[in-house]
């Protein structure tokens, strides 16, 4: 075999070549990571539920399965657009919950259809006296850079910001701002709202990322080498007899 390599391509593709591969190995280790913190999500959301916690404590809790108990506060119920359940539009419904010890927690109940965005259209949803309920913990997430915000004048609510909900029904300094809720379905035929299911969705889509760029890195050897060939300068022996 004779091997002549060109200057400039092979100062172009090294490089090029090793960034594929780093950032094909670089995906690898985030699926390792993700698949860890999935299990660790599943596991919290699957345990046995704990009383809310206090701000200070929740970082760490993304998921934690909790056990409330308190009153529902209707008067200062939400109703969040653009939320769909299998494949039909309609709202979730945000309420705040005013717990044993004072604090209150606003909770996504879960969804209802069009027709059942305002309470007056579904009172068996406007339980009174004290209930409990379980739910996921949800650290306060930012806005997505295309989601509208929210206009509490005009009674449109794109996402769960607790300081523009407590801020609009004047709840007070005993709202917990570090975390919300989301209420979990019970077994059996579905009651609006009809809550969450325990199911932790992180996309966890490295695998192919990774032989994404692990293909292109196979892709520019085959560039590199068939340019060499047709270019003269690289040569396999014709074999003897």
């Given at each position: 075999?004779?091997?002549?390599?060109?200057?400039?391509?092979?100062?172009?593709?090294?490089?090029?070549?090793?960034?594929?591969?780093?950032?094909?190995?670089?995906?690898?280790?985030?699926?390792?990571?993700?698949?860890?913190?999935?299990?660790?999500?599943?596991?919290?959301?699957?345990?046995?539920?704990?009383?809310?916690?206090?701000?200070?404590?929740a970082q760490d809790l993304?998921?934690?399965?909790?056990?409330?108990?308190?009153?529902?506060?209707?008067?200062?119920?939400?109703?969040?657009?653009?939320?769909?359940?299998?494949?039909?539009?309609?709202?979730?419904?945000?309420?705040?919950?005013?717990?044993?010890?004072?604090?209150?927690?606003?909770?996504?109940?879960?969804?209802?259809?069009?027709?059942?965005?305002?309470?007056?259209?579904?009172?068996?949803?406007?339980?009174?006296?004290?209930?409990?309920?379980?739910?996921?913990?949800?650290?306060?997430?930012?806005?997505?850079?295309?989601?509208?915000?929210?206009?509490?004048?005009?009674?449109?609510?794109?996402?769960?910001?607790?300081?523009?909900?407590?801020?609009?029904?004047?709840?007070?300094?005993?709202?917990?701002?570090?975390?919300?809720?989301?209420?979990?379905?019970?077994?059996?035929?579905?009651?609006?709202?009809?809550?969450?299911?325990?199911?932790?969705?992180?996309?966890?889509?490295?695998?192919?990322?990774?032989?994404?760029?692990?293909?292109?890195?196979?892709?520019?050897?085959?560039?590199?080498?068939?340019?060499?060939?047709?270019a003269g300068r690289l040569?396999?022996?014709?074999?003897?007899?």
């Amino acid at each position: 075999m004779s091997f002549r390599p060109s200057l400039w391509m092979t100062v172009f593709a090294i490089p090029a070549l090793l960034a594929l591969i780093y950032l094909g190995t670089w995906q690898i280790m985030r699926m390792h990571w993700k698949e860890a913190l999935i299990e660790n999500f599943t596991n919290r959301a699957t345990a046995e539920a704990i009383a809310p916690p206090q701000a200070q404590d929740a970082q760490d809790l993304q998921y934690q399965r909790l056990a409330i108990t308190g009153v529902w506060m209707h008067h200062a119920e939400v109703q969040l657009i653009g939320r769909t359940f299998e494949g039909t539009a309609g709202y979730h419904v945000v309420t705040p919950m005013r717990l044993t010890d004072g604090r209150i927690l606003l909770l996504n109940r879960g969804w209802v259809a069009q027709d059942y965005r305002r309470p007056e259209s579904r009172p068996s949803t406007l339980d009174a006296g004290e209930v409990t309920v379980e739910a996921i913990l949800r650290l306060q997430r930012q806005k997505g850079y295309f989601v509208p915000d929210n206009n509490p004048q005009q009674d449109d609510w794109f996402t769960l910001n607790i300081g523009d909900i407590t801020a609009h029904h004047d709840l007070g300094d005993q709202v917990i701002t570090a975390y919300s809720g989301d209420v979990l379905r019970k077994p059996g035929a579905y009651v609006l709202p009809i809550g969450a299911a325990v199911e932790i969705d992180i996309p966890n889509d490295h695998w192919q990322y990774a032989l994404t760029w692990y293909g292109i890195a196979m892709g520019l050897i085959g560039v590199y080498l068939t340019w060499h060939v047709q270019a003269g300068r690289l040569r396999f022996a014709a074999k003897k007899d």
